[in-house]
C-alpha cells in the first residue's frame, strides 16, 4: 500500500468514527511519534543512509511527509523536470517553473511546439504530471499559464494554443 493509499484510508475511516477530534488526536499523535522515531533514524545515520533513504520510494515518502527530506519541494519538482525536459524536446517543447503557492499548487509555463499535435500535448500533459507526482507527492494541483478550459475531471489541461504544430519541412 503506498502513502497515497495509506492516506485515504485513514480519511475513511476518519469519517466513520463517532469522535472524530479523539480520532484525529489519535492519528497526529501517532505521526508525531512515529515521525520523531524516523528523525531519529535520520540523525544517526547521517548523510550516507539519509541518501539510501532518500532513493527508496516508500522511505522518501515518510520523509516528505515528516518534512525531513534533504531537498525542498521546488528543488525536486526542479529535477523532476529536468528528467522530462529531453522528452519534451523530442516534441520542440519545454517548461518553466514559475513557482510553487502556499497552498501546493505549482505553477508552469509550457513553451515551444510539438511533432504530432493534440495526442502529442496530452501525452506530455501526462508526462509532466507524472514526473512531478512522483517527486512531490505534496503537490496539490498543476497550473499551466495560458491553460485551455478544464477537462471534465476540473483540471487544467496543457495549453494546446501553446503546442502549435510546424509543418514538416518535407511538406512543405
Not at 14 to 34: C, N, P, W
Not at 68 to 86: F, G, M, Q
Request: hydrophobic share 40%; aromatic share 2%; charged share 25%.
Amino acid at each position: 500500500m503506498d502513502a497515497g493509499q495509506v492516506g485515504e484510508r485513514i480519511e475513511q475511516l476518519l469519517g466513520e468514527m463517532e469522535d472524530v477530534d479523539k480520532a484525529e488526536d489519535l492519528v497526529h499523535t501517532l505521526m508525531e511519534f512515529y515521525g520523531a522515531g524516523l528523525a531519529r533514524i535520520v540523525e544517526i545515520g547521517g548523510a550516507p543512509l539519509l541518501e539510501r533513504l532518500v532513493a527508496d520510494d516508500h522511505v522518501n515518502g515518510l520523509l516528505i511527509l515528516h518534512d525531513l527530506h534533504p531537498r525542498s519541494t521546488v528543488e525536486r519538482v526542479t529535477a523532476a523536470l529536468e528528467k522530462v525536459r529531453p522528452y519534451l524536446g523530442s516534441h520542440a517543447g519545454d517548461v518553466d517553473l514559475l513557482g510553487i503557492t502556499g497552498d501546493g499548487v505549482l505553477r508552469l509555463r509550457l513553451k515551444g511546439t510539438c511533432d504530432g499535435c493534440p495526442s502529442s500535448a496530452v501525452t506530455v500533459k501526462y508526462a509532466i504530471e507524472k514526473a512531478v507526482h512522483d517527486a512531490a507527492p505534496e503537490i496539490t494541483d498543476i497550473e499551466v499559464s495560458g491553460a485551455v478550459a478544464a477537462e471534465a475531471g476540473g483540471r487544467p489541461l496543457l495549453p494546446l494554443q501553446a503546442l502549435e504544430c510546424p509543418v514538416p519541412a518535407e511538406s512543405a
